[in-house]
């Protein structure tokens, strides 16, 4: 299933953060380095009655009207696809009226780069496995959902600049945590390991643990409610993913960190479209110097500590039951 969500509720939902997240490791909860001297120096330009600059007004224009460099699937649009069950990257938060919004730190830098290239932003929510199909079809611009940089993936998008440092995590619940301390231990055939389909977790499952009994799942909602059931004992899971679902259900358990060359997070871009990769980068650039990023990661992650929902929402846009 898939659906289309315009940047009205996302914006709405971001600017009902307040405060910000602590007590995890740098690496882990800040925002991708970045060499500030790369983005250069903008030009001066005077503001225009809208609130913009007349240089990004032009460029805006250009872009809407598909007249100029940067093309987008729609124009005056850029599509990003997502897969909502991935807090606090992209997930629902449930406001005081009990509806879902759109949020996360993902879709808060989505809205910032549209912002900043002039365009619409427009989300379509499918599995985590539709955002690589969507990007293969060229059928969005962008795919915004946790992605590493996997050299596997390249043959079907480009990868943006990072924007984000994280991390993977081995996972249980407290009551198995003294009988899973190593790959060793969960790397037996009565052992059920659980990732989500197509991600990179699977393939750290399919390395770390080739002889235990694999579970390929389609969101993390369904692994998370596995291990908490007991029909599941262990799950590779992005380590900040991991330590928020591990605030709304205590009794899971953080085994160990799980080695990854490719760690951090970035955009996948259409691929051929070297102008909108630039441009991308550009903005990600923009976002990491202005402070931008670092406040996103701390709204997100302050919405995801409280009503959440992660999945997709039914036919009539509310939260399925």
């Known amino acids: 299933m898939k659906k289309k969500i315009f940047a009205l509720g996302l914006a709405a939902c971001v600017a009902a953060s307040l405060a910000a997240c602590g007590g995890s490791k740098p690496a882990e909860t800040t925002a991708a380095a970045t060499d500030t001297t790369a983005a250069g120096t903008e030009a001066e330009a005077s503001t225009t009655a809208e609130g913009k600059t007349e240089a990004e007004s032009t460029e805006g224009e250009k872009a809407a009207a598909g007249t100029g460099e940067l093309q987008t699937v729609t124009a005056g649009k850029l599509t990003v696809a997502t897969s909502p069950d991935f807090a606090p990257y992209e997930f629902y938060a449930i406001g005081e009226d009990g509806n879902p919004s759109l949020a996360g730190f993902d879709m808060a830098l989505a809205q910032y780069i549209a912002d900043d290239l002039g365009l619409e932003l427009e989300v379509v929510t499918v599995d985590f496995d539709g955002v690589l199909s969507e990007l293969q079809t060229k059928s969005v611009d962008l795919g915004m959902a946790g992605l590493s940089p996997d050299p596997k993936r390249e043959s079907i998008m480009a990868f943006s600049d990072l924007y984000y440092m994280g991390g993977q995590s081995l996972v249980t619940v407290k009551d198995k945590a003294d009988l899973y301390k190593s790959f060793e231990d969960i790397n037996k055939p009565e052992v059920s390991v659980g990732a989500q389909i197509g991600s990179i977790q699977m393939d750290l499952a399919t390395m770390n643990?080739?002889?235990?009994?694999?579970?390929?799942?389609?969101?993390?909602?369904?692994?998370?409610?596995?291990?908490?059931?007991?029909?599941?004992?262990?799950?590779?899971?992005?380590?900040?993913?991991?330590?928020?679902?591990?605030?709304?259900?205590?009794?899971?358990?953080?085994?160990?960190?799980?080695?990854?060359?490719?760690?951090?997070?970035?955009?996948?871009?259409?691929?051929?479209?070297?102008?909108?990769?630039?441009?991308?980068?550009?903005?990600?650039?923009?976002?990491?110097?202005?402070?931008?990023?670092?406040?996103?990661?701390?709204?997100?992650?302050?919405?995801?500590?409280?009503?959440?929902?992660?999945?997709?929402?039914?036919?009539?846009?509310?939260?399925?039951?």
């Open 209 to 321: 643990s080739p002889v235990a009994d694999i579970v390929a799942l389609p969101k993390v909602t369904d692994i998370i409610a596995e291990l908490l059931a007991g029909k599941m004992d262990a799950a590779y899971i992005e380590t900040d993913v991991a330590k928020s679902y591990q605030k709304n259900y205590p009794e899971l358990e953080i085994i160990m960190e799980v080695p990854y060359d490719q760690e951090g997070s970035s955009i996948g871009v259409c691929k051929g479209n070297d102008a909108l990769l630039a441009a991308v980068n550009g903005s990600i650039a923009k976002a990491l110097e202005d402070g931008s990023m670092e406040r996103f990661i701390a709204e997100a992650n302050e919405l995801a500590s409280g009503e959440k929902y992660e999945g997709l929402l039914d036919e009539s846009g509310q939260v399925q039951q």
